[in-house]
């Protein structure tokens, strides 16, 4: 009875420690692909692509508003690179970020509103864009750091 007892007590003791250090690990990668999408938004704001290309892998793609933008290097270069240089402000509100990891994967839904404050034309006068958007990321642990492999963002006139 007394080494039932001992294997029982033994067992859960096990479990719970197990348990623990998967919740552990599972919060600490849950943290670093949040670091990640979070350097990204701050770049953002920032009107800048610096330090951002660390945050791709290589082969990464991009997709935006239905349309298929090609790699990050590519999406910056032909695409956003140029837009931010029209942007007086970029910033981000109503902010909700859900991540998942499973493995050497995780899966992000940011939803979101941003407010676009184009720089001022010839004439002086500056435009305001604010939408409602909605992104989901593949992230994957590529040699021990997570990089986003595949975004997909799309927006609609905030209501």
Do not use: C
Request: proline share 1%; glycine share 6%; aromatic share 10%.
């Amino acid at each position: 009875m007394k080494v039932l007892k001992l294997i029982t007590i033994v067992t859960v003791f096990i479990t719970t420690v197990n348990f623990t250090n998967a919740q552990n690990i599972e919060t600490s990668e849950k943290e670093a692909v949040l670091k990640v999408m979070k350097s990204y938004k701050d770049a953002l704001q920032n009107l800048t692509t610096e330090g951002t290309f660390e945050l791709f892998s290589e082969n990464s793609e991009v997709f935006e508003s239905g349309g298929v933008e090609g790699s990050y290097a590519h999406y910056i270069e032909h695409h956003l690179g140029p837009e931010l240089g029209h942007f007086k402000s970029f910033t981000f509100s109503d902010y909700e970020i859900d991540v998942e990891v499973d493995g050497i994967y995780a899966f992000t839904t940011e939803t979101y509103v941003y407010t676009i404050v184009l720089n001022p034309n010839e004439k002086g006068k500056s435009r305001t864009i604010i939408k409602k958007g909605v992104a989901t990321s593949i992230i994957k642990k590529i040699d021990g750091k997570w990089q986003i492999i595949k975004t997909h963002s799309s927006s609609r006139n905030k209501k």
